[in-house]
Structure formats: structure tokens, C-alpha cells
């Protein structure tokens, strides 16, 4: 399993997509809260239908019934979703999954999902949201790449593009970013900047889980 990106952009709003997949961006999460349904679903039409004519992929955050209703490729669940979620019905439909861990008990559960990708974070200290958890830092990020195996592995969290660069030499396969982007002064050049810092950078092997670490669950 492969992700089409190592940069992977986080957005409350279709505008955003509109704005950014003409750059290069080619995966990206519509990530919408506090909006009734047709709201929803109009803004989940909308990135889709921009992220299938740039040839991106569109990740619906949270929304999975959505998602399937309109057609999308892929979801991402936090654990919170995880617990409502039909992942018979999301599988069944083809959807890539995405699941949020923040430690080695959310991290055993996702994998026991099946899911095609695991994020971990907050990386480094964020704004975007209170956290319950401490930054994770770029150890526990060569640990979760040594237990996720080929599973691609995502970092989230108070990023910038050195940081990135950093996680991505560090075992992450793609790193995702929200207000980097969404609160630069200019956001199209922050990403541009973003896609050069990413481009180049060669991906780490992961070292052996040791011994006792997890083991990713098939059944």
C-alpha cells in the first residue's frame, strides 16, 4: 500500500481545494465540523468533484456515510469515530481508511482495523485543537514506524516544511498540515514551499519492531 502524496493538506472548505490542487497537491482532507447535512454533502460533492478533475485524491474526515453516499475514495476516522463506524460497509465499498493513534493502545486498535494508513500525533506542540496528549516528537515516530511495518504512516502536528522534511527522514511517509497552510500570510506560496521541501527527501528504512512490540493483527 501506497500513498499519492507526501504532502497532505488539511481543509475546512471546498474553496480551498479550488485554490490549492492547481499547485500540485494531490491528496488533501476535507475536514468540516459544526455543519448540518446538506451542507455536507454539497461541500463533499464539490472537493470531490475538484480533486477528480486535478487527479487528487479526496480524503472526508469523520463523515464516512457521506463519503460513501457521494461516491469519495477514502475516509479518516479518529478513535472516537472509529466506535460508530460500519467498516464492513466501508470496505465493501472500496474505501481507503485512515485512522488517528496517539499511543500504543489506539495504535493496536487501529491496526486491528485493517485500516491503509495510520497517522500519529501531535507530532510537535499544536494550535489547531486542544490535545489531551503530549507531543509525540520524532522518536516515537521512528518507533510507530518500526511497529506499522510497510503500512504507510502519517505526522501531524505543529508542522512547518523543515519539520516535515524531518519527519518524512525520520520514518513518515506523508505529512499532513492544517494551519501552516490555512493561516500563512500566503498560503499558495506556503504550499509551493511545502511541495519543494517534501520533493527530494529519501525515505528512511524502518529499523526492526523490538522485541514485544505489536503485532499488526490480520484477523
Request: glycine share 8%.
Amino acid at each position: 500500500m501506497t500513498l499519492p502524496a507526501r504532502f497532505y493538506p488539511i481543509f475546512d472548505h471546498p474553496e480551498w481545494f479550488a485554490r490549492m490542487l492547481p499547485l500540485g497537491v494531490r491528496m488533501a482532507q476535507l475536514r468540516v465540523k459544526g455543519a448540518g447535512t446538506r451542507t455536507l454533502r454539497a461541500m463533499i460533492a464539490e472537493a470531490r468533484d475538484l480533486c477528480a478533475r486535478h487527479g487528487a485524491l479526496l480524503v472526508v474526515n469523520d463523515h464516512w456515510r457521506l463519503a460513501l453516499d457521494e461516491g469519495c475514495a477514502a475516509v479518516h476516522l479518529g478513535q472516537e469515530d472509529l466506535d460508530g463506524a460500519d467498516l464492513g460497509a466501508i470496505r465493501a465499498a472500496g474505501l481507503r481508511l485512515g485512522l488517528s493513534t496517539h499511543d500504543e493502545a489506539e495504535l493496536a486498535r487501529a491496526l486491528a482495523a485493517r485500516p491503509d494508513h495510520v497517522a500519529l500525533g501531535p507530532i510537535h506542540a499544536t494550535t489547531l485543537k486542544p490535545m489531551k496528549h503530549r507531543p509525540q516528537g520524532l522518536a516515537r515516530l521512528r518507533r510507530w514506524r518500526a511497529l506499522c511495518g510497510p503500512l504507510p504512516l502519517v505526522a501531524i502536528g505543529g508542522m512547518t516544511p523543515a519539520r516535515g522534511a524531518a519527519a518524512l527522514a525520520a520514518g513518515a511517509d506523508c505529512v499532513a498540515v492544517v494551519t501552516d497552510v490555512t493561516m500563512a500570510r500566503d498560503p499558495e506560496a506556503r504550499v509551493r514551499e511545502w511541495l519543494a521541501a517534501l520533493e527530494d527527501v529519501p525515505r528512511a528504512a524502518a529499523d526492526p519492531a523490538p522485541p514485544g512490540a505489536l503485532e499488526r493483527r490480520t484477523t
